[in-house]
């Protein structure tokens, strides 16, 4: 274990040494901005940690690899945000072109989510956000494209339509990929190729899947974890029921509706299949009905594929 421990450590020894990347050298009046007047809420101390260590590392010299791991609510997305108003901050030595960042998500319904909560946090500020997904069409993805190519946009936001050759950057600086354990190695190395000097790469996970965690432990990828919520969030339950507590299941869904609340049910077959004995959401959805047969104690949507039956 010894002499396995040290081989990595020569192995992400040399990957530093020899790498090079963009300097962020200064925190500029984007970030400063941002802290002191538009950030809805104090870091917790995990976050603050993570940003000294990716800061430590945009500032070396050396390209950035870094893997940051936290669960749902732990603020990932902050953080990210912050380094990316970090690259706007600074500028390429050779033109003063201030550095642009790309947030590549999976699918396209996170990739808007990302949009909305990072346009409302700076739409105050003088920061270009922009979206590209599979369906921007026609004049909208030409002027993305036009815009991104001529350094308007500071902050592109999209799914796997960022890596499309078509997609050209004036001056590509970080790289942010969300859920990353859901796309593919040459994927994510299409990034690389952005810009003349690979850009820093933060990728983001809530669950990092073991090919994830063996990056980390082969020296490929540096490692940050952010292991605190930020006050005020409440504890998420997570229950298992057998069958024949179904009722008592379907009671609290009540309970819950009648406080303002809303459920949904999830099923794993769409209707019914003659390999796979599970419950399907044809029957299903009849079976739901029956417990909420008064319409003003709640009504019943059954929908497959974001299509409404």
């Not at 950030?39 to 940690?49: G, H, I, R, S, V």
């Amino acid at each position: 274990m010894f002499f396995a421990q040290l081989r990595l450590g020569l192995i992400k020894s040399a990957r530093h040494r020899h790498s090079t990347g963009w300097v962020f050298g200064q925190v500029g009046a984007l970030f400063n901005s941002f802290y002191n007047k538009y950030l809805p809420f104090a870091l917790t101390n995990a976050q603050k940690k993570v940003l000294k260590e990716i800061r430590r590392d945009v500032g070396s010299g050396k390209q950035m690899n870094r893997l940051l791991q936290g669960d749902v609510g732990s603020g990932k997305t902050i953080v990210a945000l912050m380094m990316m108003l970090i690259a706007a901050d600074n500028t390429r030595p050779s033109d003063e072109q201030a550095f642009q960042s790309v947030l590549m998500a999976p699918t396209e319904i996170l990739a808007q989510q990302h949009y909305n909560s990072i346009s409302l946090l700076v739409k105050d500020m003088p920061v270009c956000v922009k979206m590209l997904t599979g369906s921007s069409k026609g004049k909208q993805r030409k002027e993305v494209l036009a815009q991104c190519e001529d350094g308007t946009v500071n902050i592109l936001i999209g799914t796997h339509a960022v890596i499309e050759d078509n997609v050209l950057f004036k001056n590509l600086g970080l790289a942010v990929v969300d859920e990353q354990h859901k796309f593919g190695v040459a994927q994510r190395a299409q990034l690389w190729k952005k810009n003349s000097i690979p850009p820093h790469v933060l990728v983001m996970t809530a669950t990092p899947i073991p090919r994830t965690l063996a990056l980390t432990a082969y020296g490929d990828l540096d490692y940050s974890v952010i292991d605190e919520l930020p006050p005020g969030r409440q504890p998420i339950n997570t229950l298992h029921r057998s069958e024949n507590a179904r009722p008592q299941v379907m009671d609290f869904v009540k309970e819950e509706i009648a406080k303002g609340r809303q459920a949904y049910i999830v099923y794993p077959l769409i209707e019914e299949s003659s390999k796979l004995d599970y419950e399907n959401l044809m029957k299903g959805f009849e079976e739901v009905k029956s417990f909420f047969p008064n319409p003003n104690t709640g009504s019943v949507w059954c929908t497959e594929n974001r299509r409404q039956i």
